[in-house]
């Protein structure tokens, strides 16, 4: 029985991870996408909004949880900048 909780443990620090990536990826992708139609108020307010969350994420949240959400806020802030670019090529 004690195998079987250790692998249950296994198997819920990966879907964390993988949840946190999700959740990192979907903030990401939604800051960046109503960043680019909103007025300056609504931008600072995403910004901080944005900021304060990965504050409190560092500090309640385990480390792993926190890099695998960083990761996926970071590769959807990357994507949100090619397709940027891939725009301006186009015109």
Same mark, same amino acid.
């Given at each position: 029985?004690?195998?079987?909780?250790?692998?249950?443990? #296994?198997?819920? &620090?990966?879907?964390? !991870?993988?949840?946190? $990536? *999700?959740?990192?990826?979907? #903030?990401?992708? &939604?800051?960046?996408? !109503?960043?680019?139609? $909103? *007025?300056?108020?609504?931008?600072?307010?995403l910004a901080v909004g944005f900021f304060v969350l990965l504050v409190g994420l560092t500090n309640y949240s385990s480390a792993g949880s926190m890099g695998?959400?960083?990761?996926?806020?970071?590769?959807?802030?990357?994507?949100?900048?090619?397709?940027?670019?891939?725009?301006?090529?186009?015109?």
């Amino acid at each position: 029985m004690d195998t079987f909780t250790e692998v249950l443990s #296994i198997i819920g &620090f990966i879907v964390r !991870a993988l949840g946190f $990536a *999700v959740l990192g990826f979907g #903030i990401g992708r &939604f800051t960046m996408e !109503a960043y680019k139609k $909103a *007025v300056w108020q609504v931008q600072v307010a995403l910004a901080v909004g944005f900021f304060v969350l990965l504050v409190g994420l560092t500090n309640y949240s385990s480390a792993g949880s926190m890099g695998m959400f960083a990761l996926g806020a970071g590769i959807a802030i990357i994507l949100s900048g090619m397709a940027k670019k891939e725009e301006d090529t186009d015109k």
